[in-house]
T-cell receptor, first 110, second 115 residues
Framework: SQQGEEDPQALSIQEGENATMNCSYK?????LQWYRQNSGRGLVHLIL?????REKHSGRLRVTLDTSKKSSSLLITASRAADTASYFC??????????FGQGTRLTINP | GAVVSQHPSWVICKSGTSVKIECRSL??????MFWYRQFPKQSLMLMAT?????????EQGVEKDKFLINHASLTLSTLTVTSAHPEDSSFYIC???????????FGEGSRLTVL
């Protein structure tokens, strides 16, 4: 079964603004990952944060993880039109199986 | 970098026909591949785990006789949608785990439209 709920389900902001997406999960994790999907395309891995990490940065991306609340957030700073996509968090169940959250559809308006 | 290729990228078929989708790891060996289905504006739903040389493990609610999975080599897994119906129209995405590192790579997806 899918786990993980993300909010908002859809987010529309102006170019240059920051976009924050949240993800909650239900089971214990070793790590949590964020992926991006352009419309009708495959997934691109953005960042992985381990359960013993609280925050991680990669370029304009900032990810936080709160294992006590079983939640994570993805912040995209100084958004660009090219950031328009769907963003999913994902956690592993078992050794390899990756389970995705419901996703946030982000639209950056020029 | 590692690449996972899916073929075809899109297919349109008549109701009742069977469609085969291939997932290939192009420059690495993958003992495990995963098949996902994604409906419009929804998330990826895991259908099954495909293991090289053994039977696939299906998720609850996924009909194994309808979605046939074959993982005959370390670089190829196939998903066959048998007797496809319009409700099977969806975006099917595979992912492959690199055997020696455990890294996961996704294909570009295959869009199936059943008329």
């Amino acid at each position: 079964s899918q786990q993980g709920e993300e909010d908002p389900q859809a987010l529309s902001i102006q170019e240059g603004e920051n976009a924050t997406m949240n993800c909650s999960y239900k089971t214990s994790i070793n790590n949590l990952q964020w992926y991006r999907q352009n419309s009708g395309r495959g997934l691109v891995h953005l960042i992985l944060i381990r359960s013993n990490e609280r925050e991680k940065h990669s370029g304009r991306l900032r990810v936080t993880l709160d294992t006590s609340k079983k939640s994570s957030s993805l912040l995209i700073t100084a958004s660009r039109a090219a950031d328009t996509a769907s963003y999913f968090c994902a956690t592993r169940q078992g050794a390899q199986k990756l389970v995705f959250g419901q996703g946030t559809r982000l639209t950056i308006n020029p | 970098g590692a690449v996972v290729s899916q073929h075809p990228s899109w297919v349109i078929c008549k109701s009742g026909t069977s469609v085969k989708i291939e997932c290939r790891s192009l420059d690495f060996q993958a003992t495990t591949m995963f098949w996902y289905r994604q409906f419009p504006k929804q998330s990826l739903m895991l259908m099954a785990t495909s293991n090289e040389g053994s039977k696939a493990t299906y998720e609850q609610g996924v009909e194994k006789d309808k979605f046939l999975i074959n993982h005959a080599s370390l670089t190829l897994s196939t998903l066959t949608v048998t007797s496809a119906h319009p409700e099977d129209s969806s975006f099917y995405i595979c992912s492959a785990t690199r055997s020696n590192t455990g890294e996961l790579f996704f294909g570009e997806g295959s869009r199936l439209t059943v008329l």
